[in-house]
């Protein structure tokens, strides 16, 4: 599964490694380079996971009753009179099935 983290702690946390990094002697800058490569890798990986769910995208089906309608994915049912654009069973976002966001 994929791991969310939240961006923009981790771009403080590298912009405060390296503003201590100019502070350090390198023999050269490859040393410099390889030693920033290896703090962004360990940042990205220890980084705190975001608390994210993935989007569920489905749609309203009309059913044998004109007022009632049927979510795509759970089938819970809802009067056409509420229904949104999120189910309010499964909580699927209601834009017409598709795999954007």
Not at 8 to 22: Q, R, T, V
Not at 77 to 99: E, H, R
Request: aromatic share 8%; charged share 20%; with cysteine.
């Amino acid at each position: 599964m994929a791991k969310y983290i939240d961006a923009d702690a981790l771009l403080d946390e590298l912009a405060m490694y390296f503003s201590d990094m100019s502070a350090n002697a390198y023999d050269s800058q490859d040393d410099a380079l390889e030693d920033a490569a290896a703090t962004v890798r360990q940042a990205v990986y220890d980084a705190t996971a975001a608390d994210v769910a993935p989007v569920r995208h489905g749609k309203w089906l009309n059913t044998h009753h004109t007022s009632i309608v049927q979510c795509s994915l759970c089938g819970g049912t809802v009067a056409t009179l509420w229904k949104g654009y999120f189910c309010q069973n499964c909580g699927a976002k209601m834009d017409g099935g598709s795999s954007h966001e």
